[in-house]
T-cell receptor, first 111, second 115 residues
Framework: AQSVTQPDIHITVSEGASLELRCNYSYGATPYLFWYVQSPGQGLQLLLKYFSGDTLVQGIKGFEAEFKRSQSSFNLRKPSVHWSDAAEYFCAVAKNNDMRFGAGTRLTVKP | KAGVTQTPRYLIKTRGQQVTLSCSPISGHRSVSWYQQTPGQGLQFLFEYFSETQRNKGNFPGRFSGRQFSNSRSEMNVSTLELGDSALYLC??????????????FGDGTRLSIL
């Protein structure tokens, strides 16, 4: 069955530290891959996307993600976290007009 | 360019009632998708409309329905409301659909509370 897994429900990092949020998917073929961020009471904002080509994708707000076909993963990274990055992050996959989201990872940033 | 607009932002209903939510997509976007977000189930796909036709549907009961108008605006209707329908309902629009190379843009959602 098609699925998206974000293994970490909640992550806490100190401001200035590096960040990696994990995402694994299970699909018959490589789907389109996305990372979204959601602040409280808001909708989802697209951080970055992967369709094909270079497996390291740059997004907004200093985020990047790396697609690894062999591991069916699309992990999100940021070298130095800012307090304003505290939010919920969703990995999503799409194929054949069907989009599925992971359960989300809540990021807390310590001062 | 105006973003995706969802109205109303908040709604309170009682069990058994019905509700209609509205979504105005970004100008030029022909695809509108609806999602239900709850703490327990996360983000779940309801359905997607493209050029007034439902192209895809998630695993929700028939009480959940939608439609899309010729100007691409979409409405979602939920009949015979249940307590479990309390959720944030998100609408997203895109040029070609969720699985195209054009990303979806989300509205801020309608928070539906069932008493």
């Amino acid at each position: 069955a098609q699925s998206v897994t974000q293994p970490d429900i909640h992550i806490t990092v100190s401001e200035g530290a590096s960040l990696e949020l994990r995402c694994n998917y299970s699909y018959g073929a490589t789907p389109y891959l996305f990372w979204y961020v959601q602040s409280p009471g808001q909708g989802l904002q697209l951080l970055l996307k992967y369709f094909s080509g270079d497996t390291l994708v740059q997004g907004i707000k200093g985020f990047e993600a790396e697609f690894k076909r062999s591991q069916s993963s699309f992990n999100l990274r940021k070298p130095s976290v800012h307090w304003s990055d505290a939010a919920e992050y969703f990995c999503a996959v799409a194929k054949n007009n069907d989009m599925r989201f992971g359960a989300g990872t809540r990021l807390t940033v310590k001062p | 360019k105006a973003g995706v607009t969802q109205t109303p932002r908040y709604l309170i209903k009682t069990r058994g009632q019905q509700v209609t939510l509205s979504c105005s997509p970004i100008s030029g976007h022909r695809s509108v998708s609806w999602y239900q977000q709850t703490p327990g189930q996360g983000l779940q796909f309801l359905f997607e409309y493209f050029s007034e036709t439902q192209r895809n549907k998630g695993n929700f009961p028939g009480r959940f329905s939608g439609r899309q108008f010729s100007n691409s605006r979409s409405e979602m209707n939920v009949s015979t409301l249940e307590l479990g329908d309390s959720a944030l309902y998100l609408c997203a629009s895109s040029l070609e659909g969720p699985a195209s190379n054009q990303p979806q843009h989300f509205g801020d959602g309608t928070r539906l509370s069932i008493l």
